[in-house]
């Protein structure tokens, strides 16, 4: 982009040589992968479970609409610059440096971790098909997998991506399809189906605010991902185009997915079935996915989830994978990691990124595994919020990027792609994600002595967060961004 005034030079600019092979369809295909995986296909019968069909309904909607607020808040920042470091380094360019390198570090410790988190959960699932061999064996395999689709170019990571969202996507339809012929009575809908489901004990909302909250705080963690679209915008062609194109086919596919499928669970199955209280990501047999398809006389639905929810996981680890490394490679350019992490193959991969990545993933894989489980549970827990601080990340520079805009004379005509929510949208979902992470785990409060250890373990991320953004700003004294100093490139119109 080019302007017609001397733009602000600062040193957190990226200027990255990542190949831009990244179509419209892999875009939106990341996100959706992102977002759609065992929070909708297990974790979506507890959410009803906890408050209720129209509980559950309501609070999906709440954060579907937070999610589409921020969508739209990174839509406009990643077409305006889009480069891998995504939210990270419009923290550091619209907040505080300090801001960004603490987002930017625990979200990347955090997807490095995920990749375990999958690992471990791949080999449990493959026990369904051989119960005989070491699950070590498959976790070593799918970390090679992974390795593989992420080295030698990102069209692969994409391609890949693409036909692992797709199984997921297709099989959400399918189930659709089917659950609607169900309440139709086209299909056998079960013994306990109905719309009477709706008024069932204390349905349709069980256990009054706090249960909806509750639910809430499931929702934001299963629409986690869908900022994923950020970063590879730094490896799209044509983001001007394909980013906007990709965020509002994801949305409403998103929301269309989530809310019609909690919508017929809930038709189907009454909240009080016991099924739906156990939310074990190895048992597919508790899926409501697997008991509606049961209801409809598919012998073989154990088996069809299985597979889906092993694709899911793969897909999660991948992306992770993904996503670590271009998190680590903005760093690096951005003088915030060290140097050597931001060379490029010749196929336009960040490999010592990658390997780097990689190795903490492995790592606590094995931690798990051989080591103590303690120090591998505080590893998820400190990561455990990530996702949010992101989220608020992504809020706060939205707001501060229209504001610095508007200060410096530019006009917000001048971008090629505004969010249409401005500024509801970045004060909404900022406001709501603090909610959130303020929320994990308020009940323990009321019993501070006797359950202390899980407030601790709940909020651990958050002193980690502080802690890493307060010592950048004590030893590179560096400040909240004015509005005057922050970095613009507008090509102005007219």
Not at 257 to 274: M, S
């Amino acid at each position: 982009m080019s302007s017609d005034s001397q733009p602000h030079q600062h040193p957190v600019v990226e200027h990255d040589d990542l190949r831009r092979k990244l179509k419209a369809r892999h875009l939106t295909m990341i996100a959706l992968g992102g977002a759609i995986g065992t929070g909708l296909f297990i974790a979506s019968g507890g959410s009803i479970a906890q408050s209720g069909p129209g509980g559950a309904l309501l609070a999906y909607c709440l954060i579907g609409l937070m999610v589409y607020c921020l969508m739209t808040s990174l839509g406009e920042l990643a077409v305006h610059m889009p480069v891998a470091g995504s939210f990270v380094t419009y923290s550091a360019l619209y907040v505080d440096e300090g801001f960004g390198f603490a987002l930017g570090w625990n979200y990347w410790f955090s997807l490095a971790v995920t990749i375990a988190v999958e690992l471990t959960a791949a080999q449990l699932v493959m026990q369904y098909w051989f119960p005989e061999v070491p699950g070590v064996y498959w976790s070593a395999g799918f970390l090679c997998l992974m390795f593989a689709l992420n080295a030698f170019s990102v069209r692969g990571f994409g391609e890949a991506e693409y036909w692992f969202a797709l199984i997921k996507i297709v099989t959400v339809v399918v189930f659709l399809g089917v659950g609607l012929l169900m309440i139709f009575g086209i299909l056998s809908g079960g013994p306990q189906s109905g719309w009477g489901n709706f008024t069932v004990g204390e349905a349709p909302f069980v256990g009054g605010l706090p249960g909806m909250f509750a639910v809430a705080m499931i929702a934001g963690f299963s629409f986690q991902g869908t900022e994923t679209v950020g970063v590879a915008a730094g490896e799209a062609e044509n983001p001007s185009r394909t980013i906007p194109r990709a965020i509002r086919q994801t949305f409403w596919r998103i929301l269309l997915f989530y809310v019609l499928a909690i919508l017929i669970i809930g038709v189907l199955i009454p909240y009080t079935d016991p099924n739906l209280l156990r939310n074990d990501v190895t048992d597919v047999g508790v899926s409501p996915f697997t008991l509606v398809f049961r209801h409809a006389g598919l012998a073989f639905a154990a088996g069809l989830m299985n597979a889906v929810v092993l694709t899911a996981l793969l897909s999660a680890g991948t992306s992770s994978m993904y996503v670590s490394t271009r998190i680590l490679y903005g760093l690096a350019i951005s003088g915030r990691a060290p140097r050597a992490l931001a060379r490029l193959t010749a196929g336009g991969v960040p490999f010592n990124a990658l390997l780097v990545s990689t190795a903490i993933g492995a790592l606590c894989f094995f931690s798990s595994l051989f080591g103590d489980k303690a120090v591998y549970l505080w590893l998820l827990n400190t990561s455990a919020m990530t996702g949010f601080f992101a989220w608020i990340g992504i809020a706060v520079s939205h707001y501060r990027f229209r504001r610095g805009l508007v200060a410096q004379g530019y006009k917000v005509s001048d971008l090629s792609y505004r969010s249409p929510l401005y500024p509801f949208g970045p004060i909404f979902a900022g406001v709501l994600c603090l909610a959130i992470v303020a929320g994990q785990n308020y009940e323990a409060f009321g019993d501070i002595p006797g359950r202390w250890h899980e407030i601790v373990g709940t909020y651990i991320g958050v002193p980690v967060f502080l802690a890493l953004w307060l010592g950048y700003r004590i030893v590179r004294k560096s400040r909240i961004i004015a509005y005057e100093d922050m970095p613009f490139e507008i090509r102005r119109r007219g």
